[in-house]
């Protein structure tokens, strides 16, 4: 069954202490409308950072309940469909990223979405790379910030989470309590300054748990690899998670030694830095679905 959730049903933190605006079961589909990461306070270049309210940025809409989720179980999100709206909006500023020391001001501006791609200014184009930003379920305890990752999900800001992705998430309390938001036209790797092509749109997933498997953190599937994703206070301690996760991985789905794990991805194993602006580092190490003739089945 598809359901359908509005953008009028946003939080702006994950925490098991939210009400579920939707329930549904394990194999059912959801469209959900997003605003954007500014909860679409700027829609024309006379809109200001300036006067911005703070306090509504990276809204996630949801929470869903999925009935069978518990915790320790794993939530499997499939990805159906990403569609965006027809402008998007970049920003930066003074200190904010990593070139925001040599910036004045705020900057916010306006970018047109046309025949897939984004219109940079007259001259410039770039094609579209629809993605999640925020994605994640309630942690175990407490109150995060959609605008902070970490092992429940929320800000990944990791542009593998796109249309006909699989993601992965640990199960922290019974339900889930499932959102998303944050949808980007564009982003590159690191997301440097502060903002990819932030855009409102509409997600169709399809929510299944799975039973007897544990993760600690988020994993993502793609049709040509897994990755691990990992975030941290620092860049040194996000990828230590990724590596580890990974190579746990590969040691329960595989009859490989630990010497032959460790060599295996150092030969034909990629780590990426997902996001360096946010509270929270991340990064993700991945690995192809396929070596040679093997299928390395994961999930």
Known sequence: MIYRLSRENYIFSFSKENQPVLSVHSGDEVEIETMDCFADQIKTDDDKLETLDWNRVNPATGPVFVHEAEPGDVLKVTIRKIEIADQGVVATGKDFGVLGHLL????????????????????????????????????EEGEINSGTPGPHGGNLDTKLIGENAILYLPVFVRGALFGLGDLHAAMGDGEIGVSGVEVAGMVRVKLEVIKGKKISNPIVK??????????????????????????????????????????????????????????????????????????????
Do not use: H, W
């Open 104 to 139: 004045d001001g705020l900057y916010a501006k306006v970018l047109q979405i046309k025949d897939g791609r984004v219109i940079f200014t007259p001259e410039l184009s770039f094609p579209l790379n629809p993605m999640i930003g925020v994605i994640g379920v309630a942690p």
């Open 222 to 299: 793609t049709s040509a690899l897994t990755a691990t994703i990992a975030s941290a206070p620092t860049l040194d301690e996000a990828v230590k998670t990724a590596v580890e996760d990974m190579a746990g991985l590969l040691k329960e789905n595989t009859s490989l030694s630990m010497e032959e794990i460790a060599t295996l991805m150092s030969a034909v194993g990629n780590l990426q830095v997902c996001q360096v602006v946010d509270p929270e580092k991340t990064v993700r190490f991945s690995m192809p679905n396929k070596i040679g003739e093997k299928d390395l089945l994961f999930f």
